[in-house]
Nanobody, 127 residues
Framework: QVQLEESGGGSVQAGGSLRLSCAVS????????MAWFREAPGNQREAVAA???????TYAASVEGRFTISKDSAKKILYLEMDSLKPEDTGMYYC?????????????????????WGKGTLVTVSS
């Protein structure tokens, strides 16, 4: 049974930083694509960062240069380092896995169609 559990969300002022973690169990961590999505109130879910089995990363234009996705295969943890946070980064952040996707495809095309999802962690950025 695949389980994903996010942590690390919280409240921060604009310009601050947060690091999200996603603990993964029951999943072949070294294969497939893993990604971070966010969903703000009234908005559709969007992919913000993805990393595929080979380690290639892709970012949404809105977070390029500010967010960094990484994974620790030994610990089976996916990370999202978020710097220079803006109020528009506020939302629920979810980690997800997609076995047959590339990171580029996830960022460009996927909103809800990943294989497994965590329950999310809330990020609030105040101005």
């Amino acid at each position: 049974q695949v389980q994903l559990e996010e942590s690390g969300g919280g409240s921060v002022q604009a310009g601050g930083s947060l690091r999200l973690s996603c603990a993964v169990s029951g999943y072949r961590f070294s294969s497939g694509c893993m990604a971070w999505f966010r969903e703000a109130p009234g908005n559709q879910r969007e992919a913000v960062a993805a990393i595929d089995g080979g380690g290639s990363t892709t970012y949404a234009a809105s977070v390029e240069g500010r967010f960094t996705i990484s994974k620790d295969s030994a610990k089976k943890i996916l990370y999202l380092e978020m710097d220079s946070l803006k109020p528009e980064d506020t939302g629920m952040y979810y980690c997800a896995t997609g076995e047959s996707y590339t990171s580029e495809y996830v960022i460009a095309n996927v909103r809800y169609g990943m294989d497994y999802w965590g329950k999310g962690t809330l990020v609030t950025v105040s101005s």
